[in-house]
């Protein structure tokens, strides 16, 4: 499939850079984008060259400035719904994907574009940037998992707070309650999210992988559950060249050199 909406870039590490880029829009999500970042994420999980992603927004202004509203304007009940369904799995896809994801947030992130940056596993943000799920505004609600998302980052009631009143905040306030993971200025945003990036793809892969996974099972499951799937995982990494690299490593007092396997 070939891209009008974003751009897919991959670099000599394996890190892909997706660029959402409707900057005229301030990188609204149509029905297109999606579909370009429905395939991006497909890429991003079979191609076992690219180790990790980060989701940015072209220009200075926007990360992305939600959904088209123009889109949603005219469905009917029934399209409505399958375009939830539709954007959920997409961002599902993103969220599940086994492999360090960090949103690039350079400017306003509101509904479908707060939904995009909830589903990625760390959110880095410009001192400028702006978050809200304004969806109430136009007399909708969030589509594509505001709702389930936002309260499991930040708690229920500030949750609320952001989904009833349909308000913004900034960065500095996005950091305070947890929502995004670390701000810095724009011209350091793509190298820190790269550095961070690193960091995570320097340990064992099917580790991260595992850690990723256990997570996402266990918030949505009970402790006795979630505490199950962590000791399965732990037995697997048991399993792997991985931790056997790693371990040793460790007691020869050297860096482990991973193989993925
Ligand atoms: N869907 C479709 N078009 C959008 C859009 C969206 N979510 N967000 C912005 N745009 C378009 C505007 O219509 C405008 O297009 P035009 O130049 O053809 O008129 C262009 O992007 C620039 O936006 P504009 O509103 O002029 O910029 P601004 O700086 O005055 O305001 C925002 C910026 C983000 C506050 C404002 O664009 C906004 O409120 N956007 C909608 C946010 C929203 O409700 N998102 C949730 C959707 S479910």
Same mark, same amino acid.
């Given at each position: *499939? /070939?891209?009008?909406? %974003?751009? #897919?870039?991959?670099?000599?590490?394996? %890190?892909?850079? !997706?660029?959402? /880029?409707?900057?005229?829009? $301030?990188?609204?999500?149509?029905? &297109?984008? *999606?579909?370009?970042?429905? &395939?991006?994420?497909?890429?991003?999980?079979? &191609?076992?060259?690219?180790?990790a992603l980060i989701i940015t927004g072209a220009g200075e202004k926007a990360f992305v400035a939600g959904a088209d509203i123009q889109e949603l304007a005219v469905l009917s009940?029934?399209?409505?719904?399958?375009?939830? $369904?539709? @954007?959920?799995? %997409?961002?599902? *896809? $993103?969220?599940?994907?086994?492999?360090?994801? +960090?949103?690039? !947030?350079? =400017?306003?992130? #509101?509904? @479908?574009? $707060?939904?995009?940056? *909830? /589903?990625?596993? %760390?959110?880095?943000?410009?001192?400028? +940037?702006?978050? =809200?799920?304004?969806? !109430?505004k136009l007399g909708i609600v969030p589509g594509y998992g505001g709702t389930q998302r936002l309260p499991r980052l930040v708690g229920r009631g500030r949750a609320i707070d952001l989904l009833i009143t349909g308000g913004t905040i900034d960065a500095a306030e996005a950091y305070r309650i947890g929502l995004v993971n670390y701000v810095t200025p724009l011209e350091e945003l793509l190298p820190f999210c790269r550095g961070w990036v690193h960091k995570a793809l320097a340990n064992g892969p099917k580790a991260v992988a595992l850690a990723l996974e256990a997570v996402d099972v266990g918030l949505d499951c009970g402790i006795d559950e979630g505490l199950r799937f962590e000791a399965a995982a732990f037995g697997l990494t048991a399993a792997t060249e991985d931790r056997n690299e790693g371990t040793r490593a460790f007691l020869e007092k050297r860096k482990a050199a991973f193989a993925g396997k």
């Open positions: *499939m /070939s891209y009008n909406n %974003i751009r #897919l870039e991959t670099d000599q590490d394996g %890190i892909a850079l !997706v660029t959402v /880029s409707r900057p005229e829009k $301030l990188n609204a999500l149509n029905r &297109d984008t *999606m579909a370009e970042l429905a &395939d991006a994420f497909t890429r991003a999980r079979e &191609d076992a060259a690219i180790r009940a029934v399209e409505a719904r399958a375009l939830a $369904l539709r @954007g959920q799995a %997409i961002f599902r *896809m $993103l969220e599940t994907l086994p492999k360090p994801t +960090a949103a690039a !947030v350079n =400017g306003f992130a #509101l509904g @479908g574009g $707060l939904e995009l940056a *909830m /589903s990625c596993a %760390i959110r880095v943000a410009t001192p400028n +940037a702006k978050f =809200g799920q304004p969806e !109430v």
